[in-house]
T-cell receptor, first 112, second 114 residues
Framework: KQEVTQIPAALSVPEGENLVLNCSFT??????LQWFRQDPGKGLTSLLL?????REQTSGRLNASLDKSSGRSTLYIAASQPGDSATYLC???????????FGEGTQLTVNP | SQTIHQWPATLVQPVGSPLSLECTVE??????LYWYRQAAGRGLQLLFY??????ISSEVPQNLSASRPQDRQFILSSKKLLLSDSGFYLC?????????????FGSGTQLSVL
């Protein structure tokens, strides 16, 4: 059974700092990995999707990397802003194709 | 463009009462549809997914059920709610046959069972 772990559970940084969020998974036989953002009481917004054959994806100030063999992914946020404050979740798409297994998320607070 | 609608946004129900949450998707055809639950302080748990009308796969045993009466409509139901059914329910969709495409979520329903 796939298990996804996100460390740290919470992170507080000053504005402008670069930061890294971590995601690890137990079964490397994955289809893809997706990073989401969730604001309090809201649904999830997809940020980046990395296919199993890819090593990284970039969107603006966000860069996500994937190392399948070690079961790890990182989300790098450059020059953080208060508007980046949210919970970030990673989810692993399994080879069966139909389901994602989610981590519990990292709650990020960027202080002005 | 595609949009996903989920309602209601919040719901307070007594134990033992029935439940019906609706989700509809616009701007696409034949989507894969999903129901997730997010309990407080925990990750998302997949409850049901559907690859077509009338086709429902259940991921966990529970007193909830799902139905897909139309291509772009997904309904989550219960005949009798339990306290443990409280949580944040999220509907999501993805293009059918495209496991390497993004999953898109609705805005969620906060259910409190009292």
């Amino acid at each position: 059974k796939q298990e996804v772990t996100q460390i740290p559970a919470a992170l507080s940084v000053p504005e402008g700092e670069n930061l890294v969020l971590n995601c690890s998974f137990t079964d490397s036989a994955i289809y893809n990995l997706q990073w989401f953002r969730q604001d309090p009481g809201k649904g999830l917004t997809s940020l980046l999707l990395i296919q199993s054959s890819q090593r990284e994806q970039t969107s603006g100030r966000l860069n996500a990397s994937l190392d399948k063999s070690s079961g790890r992914s990182t989300l790098y946020i450059a020059a953080s802003q208060p508007g980046d404050s949210a919970t970030y979740l990673c989810a692993v798409g399994e080879t069966s194709g139909s389901r994602l297994t989610f981590g519990e998320g990292t709650q990020l607070t960027v202080n002005p | 463009s595609q949009t996903i609608h989920q309602w209601p946004a919040t719901l307070v129900q007594p134990v033992g009462s029935p439940l019906s949450l609706e989700c509809t998707v616009e701007g696409t055809s034949n989507p894969n549809l999903y129901w997730y639950r997010q309990a407080a302080g925990r990750g998302l748990q997949l409850l049901f997914y559907s690859v077509g009308i009338g086709q429902i796969s259940s991921e966990v045993p529970q007193n909830l059920s799902a139905s897909r009466p139309q291509d772009r409509q997904f309904i989550l139901s219960s005949k009798k709610l339990l306290l443990s059914d409280s949580g944040f329910y999220l509907c999501a969709w993805r293009r059918r046959g495209s496991t390497n495409e993004k999953l898109f979520f609705g805005s969620g329903t906060q259910l409190s069972v009292l």
